[in-house]
């Protein structure tokens, strides 16, 4: 474990602006908003979690697949390659980022765009100091303190960050500026210790779950439960597109300027057209249908597939639901 001050954290990330594309949240009318910035002091790292997950960076909402010129025969295909550090991503975000790579990267058929962005875009997160009443990441174990899926995690603690490199992309970084850290001492550690050991209580006094338990949701559950959550639903779709682990999309095809255009845009399971098949066959076709799936999705047959569960407790959806629909609701009944 490594030490930076402030102020070599101020030269680290001054270095990093002028050197590389650097992406940090910002605080805007009150918010906090991942965004390109061009200097240090741009970025707000006083927050509790951003309004929207850094996803888009790795998912963007909507992007071309190819374009092809019957013509000319000419086929493009962008790939999005972008080179970047993401800074002062929460850990439970992060986590969010490792849950796709086994579903988006799994062979025989990982999605290029996305491995092309996973492998370009340096992510470093950032400890929470005091979760808000919504977050529960430590139910799945995708932070407070660490994530899953970042290269480096930076913990604040008294006069600076405590600096574990956690992959070698991590580790290059942190060897380009070295004359910035230096090791740890034994009261950085200490107050690492300590800083573990209060959010440890303070986040496992709020919902403990049995994990075992929980993958069984589906065969447990009871529907009347479901059924009146159901009604309170308006289908919005805001849980999904907030959803730092929602990767769902649709494909659009159209003509544009002689070329054939493929588009992939992000999709939401909790919408009415979002299984219905083009001869009008739909598997999902009760909100109540649309309603379940969507919680033994997360956290039953992700893990069942994947060995880990589809939400990493960020409470965004707990937080913007418009009628209060809670999945920690879930969690404590059938967890
Ligand atoms: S945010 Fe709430 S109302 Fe909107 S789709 Fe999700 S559960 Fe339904
Ligand atoms: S389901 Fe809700 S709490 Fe879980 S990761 Fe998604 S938005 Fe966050």
């Given at each position: 474990?490594?030490?930076?001050?402030?102020?070599?954290?101020?030269?680290?990330?001054?270095?990093?602006?002028?050197?590389i594309?650097?992406?940090?949240?910002?605080?805007?009318?009150?918010?906090?908003?991942?965004?390109?910035?061009?200097?240090?002091?741009?970025?707000?790292?006083?927050?509790?979690?951003?309004?929207?997950?850094?996803?888009?960076?790795?998912?963007?909402?909507?992007?071309?697949?190819?374009?092809?010129?019957?013509?000319?025969?000419?086929?493009?295909?962008?790939?999005?390659?972008?080179?970047?550090?993401?800074?002062?991503?929460?850990?439970?975000?992060?986590?969010?980022?490792?849950?796709?790579?086994?579903?988006?990267?799994?062979?025989?058929?990982?999605?290029?765009?996305?491995?092309?962005?996973?492998?370009?875009?340096?992510?470093?997160?950032?400890?929470?100091?005091?979760?808000?009443?919504?977050?529960?990441?430590?139910?799945?174990?995708?932070?407070?303190?660490?994530?899953?899926?970042?290269?480096?995690?930076?913990?604040?603690?008294?006069?600076?960050?405590?600096?574990?490199?956690r992959?070698?992309?991590?580790?290059?970084?942190?060897?380009v500026?070295?004359?910035l850290?230096?090791?740890?001492?034994?009261?950085?550690?200490?107050?690492?210790?300590?800083?573990?050991c209060?959010?440890?209580?303070?986040?496992?006094?709020?919902?403990?779950?049995?994990?075992?338990?929980?993958?069984?949701?589906?065969?447990?559950?009871?529907?009347?439960?479901?059924?009146?959550?159901?009604?309170?639903?308006?289908?919005?779709?805001l849980?999904?597109?907030?959803?730092p682990?929602?990767?769902?999309?649709?494909?659009?095809?159209?003509?544009?300027?002689?070329?054939?255009?493929?588009?992939?845009?992000?999709?939401?399971?909790?919408?009415?057209?979002?299984?219905?098949?083009?001869?009008?066959?739909?598997?999902?076709?009760?909100?109540?249908?649309?309603?379940?799936?969507?919680?033994?999705?997360k956290?039953?047959?992700?893990?069942?597939?994947?060995?880990?569960?589809?939400?990493?407790?960020?409470?965004?959806?707990?937080?913007?639901?418009?009628?209060?629909?809670?999945?920690?609701?879930?969690?404590?009944?059938?967890?």
């Open positions: 474990m490594l030490f930076l001050d402030e102020d070599g954290f101020k030269r680290l990330l001054e270095q990093l602006v002028s050197n594309r650097v992406i940090a949240p910002v605080e805007t009318d009150g918010y906090f908003e991942f965004k390109t910035i061009k200097h240090g002091g741009e970025a707000s790292l006083d927050y509790s979690n951003t309004r929207l997950p850094p996803k888009r960076f790795f998912l963007p909402q909507r992007e071309v697949v190819f374009k092809h010129d019957p013509k000319t025969r000419a086929l493009h295909e962008p790939m999005g390659g972008l080179e970047a550090v993401l800074l002062g991503v929460r850990p439970c975000d992060a986590s969010a980022l490792n849950i796709f790579d086994s579903v988006l990267l799994k062979p025989p058929n990982p999605d290029p765009f996305y491995e092309s962005r996973r492998r370009s875009i340096t992510v470093v997160s950032l400890s929470c100091a005091k979760p808000r009443e919504e977050c529960f990441c430590n139910v799945f174990e995708a932070g407070p303190i660490r994530g899953s899926g970042e290269d480096i995690t930076l913990t604040r603690i008294t006069g600076g960050f405590l600096v574990e490199a992959s070698r992309r991590g580790q290059s970084l942190v060897e500026s070295a004359s850290f230096e090791e740890a001492g034994p009261e950085h550690l200490e107050e690492y210790g300590e800083l573990t209060r959010l440890t209580r303070e986040m496992n006094s709020r919902i403990e779950i049995s994990r075992e338990r929980l993958v069984r949701l589906e065969a447990t559950l009871d529907e009347g439960f479901f059924q009146q959550a159901a009604q309170r639903c308006v289908e919005c779709s849980c999904s597109f907030t959803c682990v929602c990767y769902c999309f649709d494909t659009e095809d159209y003509f544009e300027k002689n070329a054939y255009v493929r588009t992939k845009g992000w999709d939401t399971c909790a919408s009415t057209l979002f299984t219905r098949m083009a001869s009008g066959l739909d598997p999902r076709v009760s909100r109540v249908d649309r309603f379940c799936h969507r919680f033994c999705h956290l039953s047959r992700i893990p069942m597939a994947f060995n880990s569960f589809g939400c990493v407790g960020c409470g965004r959806c707990v937080s913007l639901c418009p009628v209060g629909v809670d999945i920690r609701e879930v969690l404590k009944r059938w967890g």
